[in-house]
């Protein structure tokens, strides 16, 4: 079936007060073992999405990967949108809507303020002409290499009272916030403030995202959703999954060379590991 609008996921999830899940795609195996979990979760939807640094991985060529995930998603019976992730640069941003995406994240967290707003505020007036939806992120989920502090640190968490003039400056679509969690966590150990939730969801009147879902545990999640969450970002826990699979599979037979006899046993191994996500 047709790929759905991110804006259209992200409306029902929040009008029915629960959450839709987006995950990284880097390969076509990642865009294949999340449609093939959420089948067999009997998720209503998923969003897929694709980062800067995976463009990046894929000699800077966004369209190869963007249109398998595409295609991976229009062979589901049950709604999949396509989301471009972390974009800081503006000349990619703008190869979104030829790529087929219905979104993307804008990522102009690392900057001062002013510099943040200024940006933003053109990257979503370019987005909405662009009919692309827009999410943003202000202050500074940990975990990124050139963070300035952990995501316990004073000061870092996003202000309620500043993320509205935020969101009514910039014309954003969705709001991904610093509440505790973290990038690239292994384990899942994240300590989410949920009352910072709820407060933010007060204050802002578009969607919040959480990123950095992958060290966040089920009981957390299932309160960041309560609270106020609606999208909620993983990729760590795939990449964790992936290259466990292919450990596993290696150290059984490490005469193996060619990667296609082994594809669908490791492929059952990540989507068993994938699978189980709590989130579904």
């Excluded at 076509?28 to 067999?40: D, K, M, S, V």
């Excluded at 009981?219 to 970002?233: E, Y």
Aim: aromatic share 4%; with cysteine; proline share 5%.
């Amino acid at each position: 079936m047709p790929l759905v609008p991110t804006r259209e996921l992200v409306s029902k999830a929040a009008a029915t007060g629960r959450a839709v899940a987006a995950f990284n795609v880097i390969t076509l195996e990642h865009a294949e073992a999340i449609t093939t979990g959420a089948a067999a979760a009997g998720a209503p939807g998923v969003i897929l999405q694709i980062s800067e640094n995976a463009v990046r991985f894929h000699g800077g060529r966004v369209k190869p990967i963007a249109r398998a995930a595409a295609e991976a998603g229009k062979a589901c019976d049950f709604d999949v949108a396509l989301h471009m992730d972390h974009v800081t640069d503006m000349r990619l941003l703008h190869t979104a809507a030829d790529a087929g995406f219905s979104s993307a994240m804008f990522d102009a967290g690392a900057q001062p303020y002013a510099e943040n707003l200024a940006a933003t505020r053109a990257a979503a007036h370019w987005a909405h002409d662009a009919d692309l939806w827009l999410e943003a992120e202000l202050c500074y989920v940990g975990g990124k290499p050139d963070a300035p502090a952990s995501a316990h640190a004073a000061g870092v968490r996003t202000d309620p009272r500043e993320a509205a003039r935020y969101v009514a400056d910039t014309g954003v679509d969705a709001l991904a916030v610093a509440v505790g969690s973290s990038h690239a966590m292994t384990e899942r150990s994240a300590t989410l403030d949920h009352a910072l939730i709820e407060r933010l969801r007060e204050a802002v009147p578009v969607p919040l995202v959480l990123h950095g879902s992958s060290g966040v545990g089920d009981d957390d999640l299932r309160q960041a959703v309560q609270a106020g969450i609606v999208k909620i970002n993983i990729g760590t826990a795939l990449n964790v999954a992936f290259t466990g699979a292919f450990r596993e599979t290696l150290a059984e037979r490490p005469d193996r060379t060619d990667p296609a006899p082994t594809s669908p046993r490791v492929g059952r191994r990540w989507r068993r590991r994938s699978g189980s996500c709590s989130v579904w």
